[in-house]
């Protein structure tokens, strides 16, 4: 028998459940949109191919876009540790998305700083599988499941 009382907690408690989702979605997908405008400031410095000087202030700005997603992506996972820890899939996709990230940016300043251009084709499409992870975690948070929140 279900008193008033323990509706009442089960009902706050869902809720809080369904607003710390919500946040880790918001944090996910901004990091998702930081990943997404990675490829337009790629494409922008690209554009100067074989014109440092031309495309370095695009460079840096591709550089910084990597480190906002690092830390949104980063801020997600101590959200998701302290506010969702029964939410195994959405705590290990949010290590694994900023372990990624972090790998990411590493072969892009090979790239960039020690003129790796042969890491290029491991890069972008670590980018897309990144974009994907992404988007991924915050549906999948979005979506929800009271059950696992709760359990």
């Given at each position: 028998?279900t ?13 809080d ?13 901004l990091?998702?949109l ?5 490829g ?25 876009g990597?480190?906002v ?21 959405l705590v ?13 940016a590493y ?17 972008v ?9 992404a988007?991924?975690?915050?549906l999948r ?11």
């Amino acid at each position: 028998m279900t008193t008033p009382a323990s509706s009442r907690t089960q009902h706050a408690r869902s809720r809080d459940a369904a607003g710390a989702r919500r946040i880790f979605a918001a944090l996910t997908g901004l990091a998702a949109l930081a990943i997404l405008l990675q490829g337009l400031w790629a494409g922008l410095f690209l554009e100067h191919a074989g014109q440092r000087d031309e495309a370095e202030s695009w460079i840096e700005v591709h550089a910084t876009g990597g480190e906002v997603a690092i830390a949104l992506a980063a801020v997600a996972v101590v959200w998701a540790l302290v506010r969702l820890r029964g939410r195994r899939d959405l705590v290990v996709g949010a290590i694994v998305l900023t372990v990624l990230l972090v790998l990411e940016a590493y072969m892009g300043g090979l790239i960039g700083d020690d003129g790796k251009d042969s890491l290029t084709p491991v890069h972008v499409p670590l980018a897309l599988l990144l974009m994907g992870v992404a988007v991924w975690l915050s549906l999948r948070a979005a979506r929800g499941s009271q059950r696992a929140d709760t359990g």
